[in-house]
């Protein structure tokens, strides 16, 4: 039987034998965590902590849900492991049942390549993008974007940090403005920028001594745009409705590819399957993951339209992981997709999603540093500034998720630990992913801790 270990034991060991190069030492006092269902982790005293952001949205549909685990175990009883060069049903079935998904939001046909991350994804899409777009090799990303931390997708992600110490892989990406109206590049507002970072976009290609174009032979040098509908990483921003179908046009006109980067935004984070679908424009490919197997099991997969990747154009060997499509992530998946199937989540999110605006905003009334809330569904943003509401607060802010961990937060003579994620170019945004089964006392306790957080700190 195995030794039980104190909390001090299991840390003072951790200090000794684990890698600080995750994002566990974020914290100041790691946490241990016991057990978790629902909306809700438990630590290793059994204090419970509502989670806001739910393993950055990949677990959208509750901790331990029943249904999903039923199907994971049946799975787990039959078949759980199987070499990737061989069939079985669940890999068929989640294809057609994905692929069916998008040609019914993009009107396109298309076909499913697996992985087993986020970032395997991207970079089997780079590799789509590449053998497609023979003899380009360099893409064009945003400004705040994110697209993983191997090393190719570091490459299309915006911050130098990620790059830093290892170098260039294959090539440095082209980085423009994304729409962040609340902090515009162009230091303009809504009202009178005309899309400025659509028409300097565009600008680009005007002639070939801005490096983008030749003109003589109207070539491009870019092979693909990898976006994200709305920025993740970069404080859950949603651009204004115009931007990506002004944009789809640019990059059709060029024979530019768009990639949509659904990893953390897809499967109903904004209230539809594909969160691209709110701007009515049909990317080439669509990275997803995380929340695909609801966070039970790692897949994670692409898909393109038929054109790209059908066997004469990405024939077999293109890629490989030894656990891409493994039969307990597919069956995962397909036990979500049904589960999905079971609820109107196209309705349930907006509405839940407009609450908690609401509430947010209720709640901005009381505290000045609360610069800037928004978001479409339930993705939803919380921009922390100095007291004139713009000025960026990131040390307000990491003292408020520090705060929040400490699990200690009183509320109705209970005891509440509060699950935070920051993001944002300035560090100063909780980017908030609820479950989307959160319900409606869940998003008033939210606020109520949220709230007490704001006061104990004095602002």
């Known amino acids: 039987m195995q030794k039980e270990f104190t909390k001090n034991e299991l840390l003072a060991m951790e200090a000794l034998y684990c890698s600080y190069g995750d994002t566990v030492h974020y914290l100041k006092e790691p946490k241990i965590f016991a057990r978790c269902k629902g909306s809700w982790l438990y630590d290793i005293d059994d204090i419970p902590y509502l989670d806001m952001q739910m393993w950055y949205s990949a677990v959208n549909f509750g901790y331990g849900n029943d249904e999903i685990m039923e199907s994971y175990g049946k799975q787990l009883a039959t078949l759980p492991q199987l070499a990737t060069q061989y069939l079985h049903r669940e890999k068929i079935l989640l294809a057609w049942r994905l692929s069916a998904a998008t040609e019914k939001a993009f009107g396109a046909k298309g076909r499913i390549h697996f992985n087993v991350g986020g970032s395997q994804a991207v ?211 397909l036990a979500t997709l049904e589960f999905i199937d079971k609820h109107d989540f196209a309705s349930t999110v907006p509405q839940k999603g407009r609450y908690l605006l609401d509430r947010l905003r209720e709640l901005r009334k009381e505290h000045p540093v609360i610069g800037d809330v928004g978001g479409l569904g339930l993705a939803v943003r919380v921009e922390i500034t100095k007291s004139d509401g713009k000025t960026p607060d990131r040390q307000l802010t990491d003292a408020i998720f520090q705060e929040g961990m400490k699990g200690d937060l009183s509320y109705k003579g209970s005891r509440y630990g509060l699950v935070l994620d920051v993001g944002g170019y300035y560090k100063n945004i909780f980017t908030l992913a609820p479950p989307l089964t959160i319900s409606g006392e869940e998003m008033d306790l939210f606020i109520e801790l949220f709230g007490a957080l704001l006061k104990r700190l004095g602002v």
């Open 123 to 333: 970079e089997d899409a780079l590799k789509l993008v590449r053998s497609t777009k023979k003899g380009r090799s360099l893409m064009i990303s945003f400004m705040g974007g994110y697209h993983g931390r191997t090393l190719g997708a570091t490459e299309i992600t915006s911050s130098f940090r990620y790059r830093q110490k290892f170098g260039h892989f294959a090539n440095r990406a082209l980085f423009v403005p994304y729409p962040y109206c609340f902090r515009c590049f162009y230091e303009m507002t809504p009202g009178e920028c005309r899309y400025e970072c659509v028409r300097h976009f565009e600008k680009l290609f005007e002639t070939e001594y801005y490096g983008v174009v030749d003109n003589k032979g109207e070539e491009c040098e870019f092979a693909a745009f990898f976006v994200e509908p709305l920025q993740a990483t970069g404080g859950y921003i949603a651009p204004p409705p115009e931007y990506f179908p002004m944009l789809a046009r640019i990059l059709e006109k060029h024979g530019i590819l768009m990639v949509d980067d659904e990893i953390q935004m897809g499967i109903y984070r904004t209230g539809k399957f594909w969160a691209m679908e709110h701007f009515g424009v049909t990317p080439d490919v669509i990275t997803f993951a995380k929340s695909l197997t609801n966070g039970l099991n790692p897949l994670s997969g692409l898909w393109a339209k038929e054109e790209l990747i059908n066997p004469e154009a990405f024939p077999p060997g293109s890629t490989h992981s030894t656990f891409a499509s493994n039969p307990l992530g597919t069956a995962a998946a």
